[in-house]
């Protein structure tokens, strides 16, 4: 054991652009933030700190919700939350796979004991409304629950007639806003959406660890009927809903809000590190403007595409239609895609992102979100990218990647 310690240093880890698909470099703030001193969960000093996370986000989903709190966790721990709260085993619910993260939301349907209808398109596409209508209108569901950005294929689901469609069906609607919140709007009054997830480690340049949820009074309706007060916490007239208990206990949607709540009704112990990174997050966000923060993400997305394409790469994926924050690439016939990753990343430090399923193998994916949608990380990523390319003997016309991003940049100003 002695040995054990005397041979590890302090954490200290090689700097790393991550130009992934998330996660991506935290903002220094952010990280600053999380250093402050710990205070105790129910501290009344903290208890601000949740109130103004809750406001600062309802905010940044632009919604004026009731309701909009933090799940401890990744990203996933948001939509475990949204889903295990509203599925009640037997319910009706449609999942459009666009991508990997699709097939999650079915699988975790599934696990709540779903009547799961996954459909599926090919990756790299989005869906049409008529087809999403028409499935709705079959089906019925209880429950629609979709990704808006897939980061697995760099596509963004068009959303604005979706939520009201849902209504005309009487179906609620979930929304997976994991990769997109901060830097796609994403307008949750606006398109009607009930209830959404995000996480932090993409455009809103924090670390993994909380995912921000907002939900509407049709959702609360659903989640309320199934309120079920922990043993230990209830107080004599104390009555249950008449729905079926969440079998989650750690993301019951409804002891959260009691939680969160003015009744601040003990449930786990916050995060309240990763609680300060949040509230930094969105106020960061917030001080630079929604709008604005999109526009930054656009204008990085574009310059990459014509860094890219001026490489003579081709894209991949209807790019009507590709997130603002990600781009897919093909990687180039005879190029070892995973020796030239690894080459970015001892040589240059630069993180970029493999893919999964169908699209292992064949495409590349760089992240432009959060703190790295920047024009020095765009730069530098296409040069170095450009410098690998080359040493592996691609054929590419050299230094026209940078200055065609330049140029995206330059034309902006
Ligand atoms: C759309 C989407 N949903 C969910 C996730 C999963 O997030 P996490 O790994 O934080 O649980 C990701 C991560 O890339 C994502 O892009």
């Not at 997130?323 to 080459?343: C, F, L, Q, S, Y």
């Not at 990380?377 to 050299?398: C, N």
Request: proline share 4%; glycine share 10%.
């Amino acid at each position: 054991m002695n040995d054990l310690f005397e041979a590890l240093d302090d954490i200290n880890p090689a700097p790393r652009l991550l130009m992934g698909p998330g996660p991506t470099n935290a903002d220094p703030r952010v990280l600053r933030a999380m250093s402050a001193p710990l205070l105790g969960q129910f501290d009344p000093q903290f208890r601000d700190y949740m109130r103004q996370t809750s406001e600062l986000y309802g905010r940044v989903f632009q919604t004026q919700n009731n309701w909009t709190l933090m799940i401890d966790g990744t990203a996933r721990a948001g939509i475990e939350a949204a889903l295990v709260s509203l599925i009640e085993p037997g319910d009706r619910v449609l999942v459009p796979i666009f991508g990997r993260f699709g097939h999650l939301k079915a699988e975790i349907a599934r696990r709540c004991g779903a009547d799961m209808r996954g459909i599926e398109i090919e990756w790299g596409t989005v869906f049409e409304p008529e087809r999403l209508e028409s499935e709705i209108k079959a089906f019925k569901p209880k429950l629609v629950a979709l990704s808006h950005g897939d980061t697995s294929t760099t596509m963004a689901q068009p959303l604005k007639e979706l939520g009201r469609l849902c209504r005309v069906h009487d179906a609620l609607l979930y929304v997976d806003a994991t990769a997109t919140l901060g830097g796609m709007g994403l307008p949750v009054d606006g398109w009607q959406l009930d209830i959404v997830t995000a996480g932090l480690q993409k455009c809103l340049s924090g670390p993994s660890g909380i995912a921000p949820l907002t939900l509407n009074e049709r959702a609360e309706k659903h989640i309320t009927r199934r309120r079920h007060t922990e043993q230990g916490l209830r107080a004599p007239d104390d009555r249950d809903g008449e729905g079926k208990i969440i079998q989650s206990n750690y993301f019951d949607l409804a002891m959260i809000m009691d939680y969160w709540s003015e009744m601040a009704l003990n449930h786990h112990t916050e995060a309240t590190t990763m609680l300060y990174g949040a509230r930094e997050c969105a106020r960061i966000l917030l001080k630079e403007g929604l709008q604005a923060a999109w526009a930054r993400h656009a204008l990085a997305s574009r310059a990459m595409v014509a860094g890219l394409r001026a490489m003579g790469m081709r894209l991949f994926g209807d790019l009507t239609h590709k997130m603002a924050n990600v781009t897919g690439v093909h990687i180039p016939d005879g190029v070892d895609g995973e020796k030239v990753r690894r080459a970015l990343l001892e040589e240059y430090r630069i993180e970029i992102g493999t893919s999964f399923g169908p699209l292992h193998g064949r495409i590349w994916r760089i992240g432009t979100m959060g703190y790295n949608a920047r024009r020095d990380a765009v730069l530098v990523t296409l040069g170095a990218l450009e410098a690998v390319l080359a040493g592996e003997g691609a054929k590419l016309l050299r230094g026209a990647a940078v200055d065609a991003a330049r140029n995206v940049y330059r034309e902006a100003q």
